[in-house]
């Protein structure tokens, strides 16, 4: 009788469910300068962010944990009054930047108005 193997999921797949969510990549692009704290963070997800809603405090929590979760953020409570929390890029996190700056170039190669009017003429 042979063993089944169990089934590996696809690597894609996984990578796509790890960085899901509307602020993940943006948060550890973020991160690539150094620790933040919290309010930080939520400022910088506004920057830029041109049409779209303000992020919720849920939401940026919620995204946050997943990230650490997920081991490409660490959260550092300091411990005081008031509440100081930092997040930082983990190892794995930091080597996760360049796939983001790929993703970003590519962005900015493909996404912008002038090819956005070449794809539409063609």
Known sequence: MVKAMPARSCPVAAFQKMISGKYKLRIVWDLRGGPRRYGEIRSGLLRGASG???????????????????????????????????????????????????????????????????????
Do not use: H, M, Q
């Open 52 to 122: 779209s809603a303000e992020i919720t405090p849920r939401v940026l929590s919620r995204e946050l944990k997943a990230l650490t979760v997920s081991g490409l953020i660490d959260r550092k409570d300091f411990g005081e009054v008031p509440p100081k929390v930092e997040y930082r890029l983990t190892r794995k996190g930091k080597s996760f930047v360049p796939v983001v700056a790929a993703i970003r170039e590519w962005g900015e190669r493909n996404l912008s108005e002038s090819a956005a009017l070449v794809d539409a003429a063609e």
